[in-house]
């Protein structure tokens, strides 16, 4: 059977004509599937026919076009859509309202317990909440995991702090004081090792002998 060549040359507003075999249909996409196996892609390209070139009659398309716009059909398409429809965000609150609500960062317990309700309820992220204080993302996660919202923590190690431990199991402030105490007795024991490894020995003692030196 010989195809036909050029475009789509309608007898009347009611049907289309079929390239392939010359007959008419009121839709083309039906058709082609059932006695040509081809689909609107391939038989647009087979003959050379642009993506807006429709295959349904211009009476289907008014018809489907009026049955859309029946007041039950928008009524099913309305609860369709409300069914699927996402809940709605809070609406995102400010840099400073933000910051101006939070504890500040040193609080470490009460800054992760509301950082936690603003990510909860969607009003912020971990990346703009490390982002608003200067810090990467992974110090916000280690907070809100270290802290959980039921707010079972370990304690700071330091005899009568109450406060909650965040690292090596001091909190914020008595971790700098061991910190630099450690520090300190570094540098102690550096310097004492550096005086008694000096040739000689100290000043006014005789290296193979016990005693201080005497004046001749």
């Not at 003959?47 to 049955?67: A, C, M, Q, Y």
């Not at 630099?180 to 005086?195: C, D, F, I």
Request: hydrophobic content about 30%; aromatic content about 6%.
């Amino acid at each position: 059977m010989s195809r036909r060549k050029g475009p789509v040359g309608p007898a009347d507003e009611h049907l289309l004509e079929c390239l392939e075999c010359g007959r008419r249909f009121r839709h083309l996409t039906s058709h082609l599937r059932i006695s040509h196996d081809m689909g609107p892609v391939e038989y647009r390209r087979e003959h050379g026919l642009p993506d807006t070139v429709p295959l349904v009659s211009p009476k289907i398309r008014e018809s489907i076009s009026e049955r859309m716009r029946t007041p039950e059909h928008l009524a099913k398409l309305a609860e369709a859509r409300a069914q699927y429809r996402r809940p709605a965000r809070p609406p995102l609150t400010t840099d400073d309202e933000v910051a101006g609500s939070m504890p500040p960062w040193t609080d470490i317990a009460e800054w992760t317990q509301a950082a936690r309700a603003l990510i909860d309820a969607g009003v912020r992220t971990k990346a703009s909440l490390a982002r608003l204080y200067g810090v990467s993302p992974a110090a916000v996660s280690h907070r809100l995991r270290r802290y959980p919202a039921d707010g079972d923590y370990e304690p700071c190690h330091m005899d009568g702090c109450t406060s909650p431990a965040y690292t090596r199991g001091y909190c914020t402030a008595h971790y700098q004081q061991v910190n630099r105490a450690e520090k300190a007795e570094r540098r102690r024991t550096t310097v004492t090792g550096l005086h008694g490894n000096r040739r000689g020995g100290p000043r006014g003692h005789r290296p193979g002998g016990g005693g201080h030196l005497t004046a001749a």
